[in-house]
Protein backbone atom coordinates (compact mmCIF):
# COMPACT_ATOMS: atom_id res chain seq x y z
CA UNK A 1 0.00 0.00 0.00
CA UNK A 2 1.58 3.18 -0.81
CA UNK A 3 -0.59 5.89 0.94
CA UNK A 4 1.74 7.36 3.58
CA UNK A 5 -1.33 7.77 6.04
CA UNK A 6 -3.14 4.45 5.84
CA UNK A 7 -0.02 2.01 5.49
CA UNK A 8 -0.44 -1.79 5.69
CA UNK A 9 0.89 -1.93 9.74
CA UNK A 10 -1.60 1.18 10.98
CA UNK A 11 -4.86 -1.11 9.32
CA UNK A 12 -3.10 -3.97 11.08
CA UNK A 13 -3.08 -2.09 14.25
CA UNK A 14 -6.53 -1.05 13.65
CA UNK A 15 -8.07 -4.76 12.93
CA UNK A 16 -6.04 -6.54 15.65
CA UNK A 17 -8.31 -4.04 18.09
CA UNK A 18 -6.39 -4.96 20.97
CA UNK A 19 -8.50 -4.05 24.66
CA UNK A 20 -12.01 -3.26 22.25
CA UNK A 21 -15.12 -3.92 24.16
CA UNK A 22 -15.72 -2.91 28.10
CA UNK A 23 -14.90 -3.60 31.39
CA UNK A 24 -17.55 -4.63 33.28
CA UNK A 25 -15.67 -3.96 36.89
CA UNK A 26 -13.69 -0.51 35.82
CA UNK A 27 -13.59 1.89 38.90
CA UNK A 28 -12.94 4.70 36.09
CA UNK A 29 -14.29 5.93 32.74
CA UNK A 30 -13.53 8.52 30.33
CA UNK A 31 -14.51 9.79 26.71
CA UNK A 32 -13.67 12.05 23.92
CA UNK A 33 -15.76 13.27 20.83
CA UNK A 34 -14.89 14.89 17.81
CA UNK A 35 -17.92 16.97 16.73
CA UNK A 36 -16.08 17.45 13.05
CA UNK A 37 -16.82 14.02 12.43
CA UNK A 38 -18.32 12.29 15.08
CA UNK A 39 -15.75 9.71 16.40
CA UNK A 40 -16.08 9.02 20.17
CA UNK A 41 -13.99 6.92 22.16
CA UNK A 42 -15.40 5.35 25.51
CA UNK A 43 -12.48 4.19 27.57
CA UNK A 44 -13.28 2.00 30.71
CA UNK A 45 -10.28 1.42 33.23
CA UNK A 46 -9.39 -0.32 36.45
CA UNK A 47 -6.52 1.04 38.87
CA UNK A 48 -4.20 -0.10 41.02
CA UNK A 49 -1.72 2.35 42.69
CA UNK A 50 -1.89 5.44 40.93
CA UNK A 51 -1.54 2.90 37.27
CA UNK A 52 -3.61 1.54 34.93
CA UNK A 53 -4.45 -2.33 35.76
CA UNK A 54 -6.89 -3.11 33.32
CA UNK A 55 -8.53 -1.11 30.52
CA UNK A 56 -10.98 -1.76 27.78
CA UNK A 57 -12.66 0.78 24.98
CA UNK A 58 -15.05 1.25 22.83
CA UNK A 59 -14.08 3.06 19.79
CA UNK A 60 -16.73 4.04 17.15
CA UNK A 61 -14.22 6.49 15.13
CA UNK A 62 -12.10 6.09 11.89
CA UNK A 63 -9.72 3.81 11.42
CA UNK A 64 -6.59 6.21 12.98
CA UNK A 65 -8.92 6.83 15.95
CA UNK A 66 -9.54 3.00 16.04
CA UNK A 67 -5.52 1.68 15.78
CA UNK A 68 -4.57 4.74 18.30
CA UNK A 69 -7.11 3.11 20.66
CA UNK A 70 -5.57 -0.21 20.05
CA UNK A 71 -2.46 0.43 20.83
CA UNK A 72 -3.45 1.64 24.05
CA UNK A 73 -5.63 -1.52 24.51
CA UNK A 74 -1.86 -3.46 24.15
CA UNK A 75 0.40 -0.88 25.54
CA UNK A 76 -1.04 1.01 28.22
CA UNK A 77 -1.06 -1.49 30.93
CA UNK A 78 0.84 -0.15 33.81
CA UNK A 79 1.19 3.11 33.00
CA UNK A 80 -0.01 6.50 35.08
CA UNK A 81 -1.67 9.35 34.45
CA UNK A 82 1.61 11.39 34.13
CA UNK A 83 3.50 8.85 31.74
CA UNK A 84 0.08 9.38 29.57
CA UNK A 85 0.18 13.29 29.74
CA UNK A 86 4.10 12.82 28.42
CA UNK A 87 2.59 10.53 25.65
CA UNK A 88 0.28 13.12 24.80
CA UNK A 89 2.84 15.84 24.42
CA UNK A 90 5.13 13.79 22.36
CA UNK A 91 2.60 12.53 19.83
CA UNK A 92 1.27 15.79 19.49
CA UNK A 93 4.90 17.13 18.63
CA UNK A 94 5.02 14.31 16.42
CA UNK A 95 2.39 15.06 14.18
CA UNK A 96 2.77 18.53 14.56
CA UNK A 97 6.60 19.57 14.55
CA UNK A 98 7.57 16.14 12.88
CA UNK A 99 9.46 14.83 16.03
CA UNK A 100 10.72 11.33 16.75
CA UNK A 101 7.95 9.31 18.13
CA UNK A 102 7.35 8.20 21.07
CA UNK A 103 9.78 5.68 22.89
CA UNK A 104 8.57 1.93 24.62
CA UNK A 105 6.12 1.13 25.32
CA UNK A 106 4.59 3.37 23.16
CA UNK A 107 6.56 2.81 19.82
CA UNK A 108 3.83 1.94 17.90
CA UNK A 109 2.83 5.54 17.34
CA UNK A 110 5.34 5.59 15.39
CA UNK A 111 2.92 4.34 12.75
CA UNK A 112 0.86 7.15 12.71
CA UNK A 113 3.89 9.68 10.86
CA UNK A 114 1.54 9.59 8.07
CA UNK A 115 -0.81 11.85 10.03
CA UNK A 116 1.78 14.49 10.33
CA UNK A 117 1.03 16.47 6.95
CA UNK A 118 -2.59 16.01 7.45
CA UNK A 119 -3.34 18.38 10.64
CA UNK A 120 -7.16 18.04 10.44
CA UNK A 121 -6.14 14.06 11.14
CA UNK A 122 -4.58 14.64 14.51
CA UNK A 123 -7.43 14.94 16.17
CA UNK A 124 -8.07 11.82 15.23
CA UNK A 125 -4.59 10.27 16.63
CA UNK A 126 -4.86 12.19 20.53
CA UNK A 127 -8.75 10.93 20.95
CA UNK A 128 -8.52 7.53 22.55
CA UNK A 129 -5.35 9.32 24.83
CA UNK A 130 -7.50 11.90 25.50
CA UNK A 131 -10.25 9.82 26.53
CA UNK A 132 -7.77 7.36 28.68
CA UNK A 133 -6.32 10.63 30.14
CA UNK A 134 -10.39 11.84 31.20
CA UNK A 135 -10.88 8.62 32.21
CA UNK A 136 -7.80 8.50 34.86
CA UNK A 137 -8.79 12.59 36.06
CA UNK A 138 -11.81 11.36 37.57
CA UNK A 139 -13.34 8.15 38.97
CA UNK A 140 -17.49 7.66 38.52
CA UNK A 141 -19.47 4.91 40.27
Do not use: W
Not at 2 to 10: A, F, N
Not at 121 to 139: G, K, Q
Amino acid sequence: MSDPLYKRSLLRLAADAHGAGRLAEADHHGEAHNPACGDRVLMDVMLAEGRILDLAHQTRACVLAQASAAVLGRDAIGASEADLIALRTRLLSMLANNAPPPDRPFAAYAEFAGAADIPGRHRCVLLPLDALINALSRTET
